[in-house]
């Protein structure tokens, strides 16, 4: 079984940067995407943008531009890099790792607050 622990949450105002930190223990010899997701008060959890181990990436349409996703492969880390903030932007923040196997891994993050306000 992994662990996720994120970090690099916390309050920024309009306009501002953070930037987020993911890191797996534990089994993590088949993860193969990486991955971050968000749920702000009152809304279901989506998708924030994604990496696969060869590097692809993709993006909701609501943070393409802002936001960049990369992975330390060695270090089994995922990192979200989140500029031109909104207030929009705010909620909780979650990790999650998948991959192959039987079964697959599937593993989350226990979530990190940002919030985005003045």
């Known amino acids: 079984q992994g662990q996720l622990v994120e970090s690099g949450g916390g309050l920024v105002q309009p306009g501002g940067s953070l930037r987020l930190s993911c890191v797996a223990s534990?089994?993590?010899?088949?993860?193969?995407?990486m991955a971050w997701y968000r749920q702000a008060p009152g809304n279901e959890r989506e998708l924030v943008a994604g990496?696969?181990?060869?590097?692809?990436?993709n993006y909701a349409d609501s943070v393409q531009g802002r936001f960049a996703i990369s992975r330390d492969n060695a270090k089994n880390t995922v990192y979200l890099q989140m500029n031109s903030l909104k207030p929009e932007d705010t909620g909780v923040y979650y990790c999650?790792?998948?991959?192959?196997?039987?079964?697959?891994?599937?593993?989350w993050g226990q979530g990190t607050q940002v919030t985005v306000s003045s």
């Open positions: 534990g089994s993590t010899s088949r993860i193969v995407t």
């Open positions: 999650r790792f998948t991959g192959w196997g039987r079964p697959p891994p599937d593993y």
């Open positions: 990496i696969t181990i060869g590097g692809n990436t």
